[in-house]
């Protein structure tokens, strides 16, 4: 996906700014990654409402905008961790732990298999689901046994959470997503090594210290919900920052390792990328071809009916779900005055695959700041 955490250094950071001088709250209604609700609430006095349809995405939000003060004592992450080691099978754990030291020397191949055959029978949902796939054995034996030991401290468990998602995406064995893991064959083997020979426990304690020095200046909410439905709570002097899908291929198919990580289950799975039956999934009408132009149209009417403010960020260009950069301006200049921004963007295909398209392409990036007329 498009980074919003590098623009915020490049024209969006400002476009936030001047908006939020004159606003009371601000709604993050695609949060994502969470990038502009942490930004915001961190910067500014102001009660910031994230929402998305995935939980894994709430859970990155709430992890920083519902807390208002640093956590400065780590020591909750040691008893964390020794709960979580306590709950480990001591015979799964020890196979896991051979076949991790073997990784340095075994081929990938014969390894896939072996971490695969223990992992099948093992009734824990990443262990089970994405156990020698997506993650070595060892790996989802702590990513699951850390979620279900997450502290009952309402801000120690909001930051563990979010740190096990962050810790499960820089570890995950794909290719910047988790539409599917990396295979193990002679091309992307050693992709595939390359990650399970990451130390999720250091990923997490590392996530989790820097989450904790974050907070927000004052305490906000993160909801999972519909970005149009939560549009209706929206008041006169807000502000609601949009940046809405621009894929054709819905959003849950990417990010359903995260999403079994923030919910702590996993239901049937199927297919390369071990996905959850499609009606499992949030469906966002914003990836339909036929309905993401009425359902921006629709947004955007409620907010400026209800007089608040807004600043909405897309490609300049075609996007895969029928919408462009023109299109997202021409329905905005509907109901709201606008100030135009355009910055270079780096963005994610959500599939590329070097054949037809890279994985990451350099795109120009509108900017708009709404008023209301």
């Known amino acids: 996906m498009g980074s919003k ?29 969470g990038a502009v609700a942490w930004h915001v609430a961190q910067k500014y006095d102001r009660e910031v409402i994230a929402s998305d349809l995935q939980s894994y995405a709430v859970a990155l939000a709430a992890g920083v905008i519902e807390r208002t003060e640093p956590l400065a004592d780590h020591r909750w992450l040691d008893s964390w ?36 055959e223990l992992c099948a029978d093992f009734n824990l949902p990443v262990c089970f689901a994405y156990g020698g796939y997506y993650y070595s054995p060892l790996q989802s034996l702590w990513l699951d046994t850390l979620r279900i030991a997450l502290p009952k401290n309402a801000n120690q468990r909001r930051i563990g959470l979010a740190a096990l998602i962050i810790a499960a995406s820089q570890s995950a064995a794909a290719p910047g997503h988790t539409a599917q893991p990396f295979k193990p064959n002679e091309t992307a083997g050693r992709f595939l090594k390359e990650a399970w020979m990451r130390d999720i426990q250091f990923l997490v304690k590392r996530a989790a210290v820097s989450v904790s020095e974050k907070h927000a200046l004052k305490a906000g909410r993160a909801i999972v919900g519909d970005a149009n439905e939560l549009a209706n709570q929206v008041i006169e002097g807000d502000l609601v920052f949009l940046d809405p899908p621009y894929s054709g291929v819905h959003y849950s198919r990417f990010y359903h390792v995260l999403e079994t990580v923030a919910l702590g289950e996993v239901g049937e799975i199927s297919g390369n990328g071990r996905y959850p039956p499609s009606e499992e999934r949030p469906r966002s009408q914003y990836s339909l071809r036929t309905r993401s132009k009425p359902v921006l149209d629709g947004l955007l009417k409620v907010i400026s009916q209800k007089g608040a403010s807004a600043i909405v960020t897309f490609p300049a260009g075609a996007a895969s779900n029928g919408l462009s950069g023109e299109d997202v301006a021409d329905l905005s200049e509907r109901y709201f005055a606008i100030e135009e921004v355009k910055v270079s963007s780096r963005f994610s295909t959500l599939g590329g695959d070097k054949k037809h398209r890279e994985a990451r392409q350099n795109t120009t990036e509108l900017i708009l700041r709404l008023s209301p007329k």
């Open 5 to 33: 955490r590098s623009m915020l250094t490049n024209g969006l950071g400002d476009a936030l700014s001047q908006s939020i001088a004159e606003c009371n709250r601000v709604f993050d209604l695609f949060t994502g990654s």
């Open 81 to 116: 961790f020794d709960c979580a080691r306590e709950m480990q099978p001591s015979r799964f754990f020890q196979k896991a732990t051979n076949l991790q030291e073997k990784l340095e020397v075994e081929q990938i191949a014969g390894a896939a298999i072996e971490a695969r």
